[in-house]
């Protein structure tokens, strides 16, 4: 009989010298295409404790600390952990819950990704509606630059755009569809970057917003969930809103009340009842 020996995360077979995981370890730890991948999580919270020293200061001086300033390692972990969830859920759930929008991207529309990082979420779409054209921005110019060499690796770039923008000036207009991905309770001025949205769209245009899952009260998000996103609104979201003009600081657990006074006060008030995907988000549709 086999004598095994395990540990955290592998189990050692004495009789073969080998190791091995789980399935349900491999699902966590080795399947990237898997909505439950976890190195992710792990390489944005190193990327995140290393802001704590500037952080604490920040706490105690009232400044911010912009996104840009953080370790590298941040931006590469947060890629990692976002694109697990856009694979799972994006295209396959998300965009057909929303009112003519995969019609849209199938026949060939004009898309903006406002905060799209190192464009994760761009290229999924774009390689799901191929006759679509796709615009990726983000104020972050390293995070444009790797999302531009993985437009060209995947053989996009002839559709798929990236430029460094803020939310607030992105260029461009008449857009059939426009999303913010877990990036609007980041931005100092979400209600001006709201209003550039609204300004942005075609008629009949819809705006996607995607946020973390959050309760309005703060006793209903002291739960597991809430307490993992209450310490990255922390370290992350709530010092780099601090950090821009207005300072709003919606932070990671804003709730649904207030991502709807936010967008009420853009003048958007076609807002019907958010959706919500596993245990993580809740996502709206809006329009002009």
């Not at 899952?213 to 809103?241: E, I, M, W």
């Amino acid at each position: 009989m086999a004598v095994f020996a395990s540990c955290w995360h592998i189990t050692y077979d004495e009789a073969t010298s080998k190791f091995s995981l789980t399935g349900e370890q491999a699902f966590t730890l080795a399947q990237e295409d898997s909505p439950a991948y976890l190195p992710g999580t792990f390489e944005l919270a190193l990327g995140s404790l290393a802001a704590v020293p500037r952080i604490a200061d920040s706490f105690r001086s009232g400044a911010g600390m912009g996104w840009h300033e953080h370790a590298e390692g941040l931006f590469h972990g947060c890629e990692k952990f976002f694109r697990p969830g856009y694979a799972a859920n994006l295209v396959s759930t998300r965009i057909p819950a929303l009112h003519d929008v995969k019609e849209k991207l199938e026949a060939g529309g004009r898309m903006a990704d406002v905060g799209c990082g190192k464009g994760a979420s761009t290229l999924l779409m774009a390689k799901a509606f191929p006759k679509s054209e796709f615009f990726g921005f983000d104020y972050h110019d390293k995070s444009i630059e790797a999302a531009r060499e993985a437009a060209e690796k995947q053989g996009v770039s002839d559709r798929v755009h990236f430029d460094v923008a803020k939310a607030k000036e992105y260029p461009g207009e008449g857009y059939d569809f426009v999303v913010v991905f877990d990036c609007l309770h980041d931005m100092g001025d979400p209600v001006g970057a709201a209003m550039h949205v609204r300004e942005s769209l075609g008629n009949d245009g819809r705006w996607m917003i995607v946020e973390p899952f959050a309760n309005d009260q703060l006793k209903d998000n002291l739960n597991p969930v809430g307490r993992v996103y209450h310490s990255f609104s922390t370290l992350l979201c709530t010092p780099c809103s601090r950090s821009q003009e207005v300072g709003l600081c919606l932070g990671a657990q804003a709730g649904e009340s207030r991502i709807r006074d936010v967008v009420s006060a853009a003048g958007i008030h076609a807002l019907p009842p958010c959706h919500r995907d596993a245990v993580q988000h809740r996502f709206y549709e809006a329009r002009p």
